[in-house]
């Protein structure tokens, strides 16, 4: 298994800055992944992080509004830029290892856009 | 595409009474399916899985059948607890080696004591 971190857990933004997410695994894991939970909604793939290379976005997603990073096996971040009060949803990391079937989740990041 | 459908909720059930939360999908090929739980506050964490048809998940009281006839993988537990009370999605991961997980829309569980 693995146990995953996310930083920050909740925050409370002004329309038009930027926050970057941090996840950091316990161990080295194959696929790490970024999804939003807007608000009583479900969860949306918003890109794979890929290790040393560009992100792979889903459709409706872009690298200028979510630059993500992955220089390791164990680290990414997301980067949600020029929010507005849409971008308000909670934002959880997930990572994939190859001994296991299922996927493991961060705890998520509140963010609120005010 | 595929796709994941819940039962919408709220789902409010008494104390000890048996739940059923409906999951169907729709997928080429052969998913994984999953059950995860959502507590107040918290992040996902694994309910239950299934690899392949027929595969009974079960853990804290709780099933699910890999139903590939049905394309169906419906959670149940047959005496709910007041401390079950949280949002559960149902999700499908391709085995295409993309681990991409698709998730149900959630259907949040009340229990009342």
């Known amino acids: 298994s693995a146990v995953i971190s996310q930083k920050p857990s909740r925050d409370i933004c002004q329309r038009g800055t930027s926050l970057t997410i941090q996840c950091q695994v316990d161990?080295?894991?194959?696929?790490m992944f970024w999804y939003r939970q807007q608000p009583g909604q479900s969860l949306t793939l918003i890109a794979t992080?890929?290790?040393?290379?560009?992100?792979?976005?889903e459709s409706g997603f872009v690298i200028d509004k979510f630059p993500i990073s992955r220089p390791n096996l164990t680290f990414s971040t997301l980067t949600v830029s020029n929010m507005s009060p849409e971008d308000s949803s909670i934002y959880l990391c997930?990572?994939?290892?190859?001994?296991?079937?299922?996927?493991?989740f961060g705890q998520g990041t509140r963010l609120t856009v005010v | 595409g595929n796709s994941v459908t819940q039962m919408e909720g709220p789902v409010t059930l008494s104390e000890e009474a048996f739940l059923t939360i409906n999951c169907t999908y729709t997928?080429?090929?052969?998913?994984?399916l999953f059950w995860y739980v959502q507590y107040p506050g918290e992040g996902l964490q694994l309910l239950l899985k299934?690899?392949?048809?027929?595969d009974k998940g079960s853990n804290k009281g709780f099933e699910a059948t890999y139903r590939k006839e049905t394309t169906s993988f419906h959670l149940e537990k047959g005496s709910v607890q007041v401390s079950d009370s949280a949002v559960y999605f149902c999700?499908?991961?391709?085995?295409?080696?993309?681990?991409?997980?698709?998730f149900g829309t959630g259907t949040r569980l009340k229990v009342l004591a």
């Open positions: 997930s990572a994939h290892t190859p001994e296991n079937t299922e996927a493991f």
């Open positions: 161990s080295q894991v194959t696929m």
């Open positions: 992080a890929n290790q040393g290379s560009e992100a792979t976005y």
């Open positions: 997928a080429t090929g052969y998913p994984s």
């Open positions: 299934a690899t392949k048809a027929d």
């Open positions: 999700a499908l991961s391709e085995n295409s080696g993309t681990y991409k997980y698709i």
